[in-house]
Nanobody, 123 residues
């Protein structure tokens, strides 16, 4: 129904930067909220940053001051600018969105996940 595709991951040295993108497509009426999560091997998936429809943002304490979440509504795209990267940031990063779709007079809301993009930060 709704597809989320991440891009922009890769290998970078500590202190470097990456910009992740998440492009959404499908039957989209509105986005209730969007966020970036990450999961390192052997660890639980954790919230990195999120942005609401009103553009308010929240960040994990570990990334405050280094990461910036933003969106381009016209392109249905979510971004995560990552600066001053640390080896601890190494993980698979996932895009997540709660999307309301419309079918005739019916509206329904679901949560969707992207396939993830690998970010590796070397020392």
């Amino acid at each position: 129904q709704v597809q989320l595709v991440e891009s922009g991951g890769g290998l970078v040295q500590a202190g470097g930067s990456l910009r992740l993108s998440c492009a959404a497509s499908g039957r989209i009426f509105s986005f209730n909220a969007m966020g970036w999560y990450r999961q390192a091997p052997g660890k639980q998936r954790e919230l990195v940053a999120r942005i609401t429809s009103g553009a308010s943002t929240d960040y994990a304490d570990s990334v405050k001051g280094r990461f910036t979440i933003s969106r381009d509504n016209a392109k249905n795209t979510l971004y995560l600018q990552m600066n001053s990267l640390k080896p601890e940031d190494t993980a698979v990063y996932y895009c997540n969105a709660e999307v309301t779709s419309r079918s005739g007079a019916y509206y329904y809301t679901n949560r969707y996940w992207g396939q993830g993009t690998q970010v590796t930060v070397s020392s």
